[in-house]
C-alpha cells in the first residue's frame, strides 16, 4: 500500500488551492484519489480489477460510476510511479499536457452497485449513484455550467457532463 500527499496549485488566476491524496492498493488491485479543496473536494476510486472507476463529488452528494478507458487511464503501476514522482518533485511534471475524457451523466439511479466490485459498493452504498459514458469529440468548454470537473495529477482530466451535452 503506497499513500502520496501532492499539493495542487491552481495555476488559473483564481487563487484556489489544495490536495491530493493517492493511495495505490496492489494487491488489491484498487487506487484511490482525494482532492482536498473545500466545497471542490472529491474521491475517485479506480478498481482495476473490475474496470470500472467511481468519482464521489462531495457538493454533488452522489457517486458517478464509469468504466476505465484503459488507453488512456494509466495502469496502476503508473499511477503509483506517477504520484512518486509528483511527491518527490513537489510540483506538477513539465511533460505533456494531461489527456482527457469527457463523460455523459445518466440521469436515473443505478439500483445494483453490486455489478461494479465490492470497491465501489463500499464507497457508495446508501449515496444516489449514477452512471456515466464516455462521449468522443464533445467539447466541455462549450458547456461549462453543466461539467464536473477533475483533474488528477497533471495527467488527466475528467469531466463528467450532464447527459443533455449528447444533443
Request: glycine share 8%.
Amino acid at each position: 500500500l503506497a499513500n502520496y500527499d501532492i499539493n495542487v496549485n491552481d495555476n488559473d488566476n483564481s487563487g484556489g488551492s489544495g490536495q491530493q491524496s493517492v493511495s495505490v492498493n496492489n494487491e488489491h488491485g484498487v487506487a484511490n484519489v482525494d482532492n482536498n479543496n473545500g466545497w471542490g473536494s472529491w474521491n475517485s476510486l479506480w478498481d482495476y480489477g473490475s474496470g470500472f472507476a467511481v468519482i464521489r463529488p462531495f457538493k454533488k452528494k452522489s457517486c458517478i460510476v464509469h468504466k476505465m478507458n484503459k488507453e488512456v487511464m494509466p495502469s496502476i503501476q503508473a499511477l503509483d510511479m506517477l504520484a512518486k514522482k509528483n511527491k518527490l518533485q513537489g510540483r506538477g511534471p513539465e511533460g505533456p499536457p494531461p489527456k482527457s475524457l469527457i463523460y455523459s451523466v445518466k440521469p436515473d439511479k443505478v439500483n445494483n452497485l453490486d455489478q461494479f466490485g465490492k470497491s465501489i459498493v463500499t464507497m457508495c452504498k446508501g449515496i444516489p449513484t449514477y452512471m456515466a459514458e464516455e462521449i468522443q469529440g464533445a467539447n466541455p468548454i462549450l458547456y461549462p455550467e453543466k461539467c464536473f470537473k477533475v483533474d488528477i495529477l497533471w495527467i488527466l482530466n475528467i469531466s463528467l457532463c450532464e447527459e443533455a451535452m449528447e444533443n
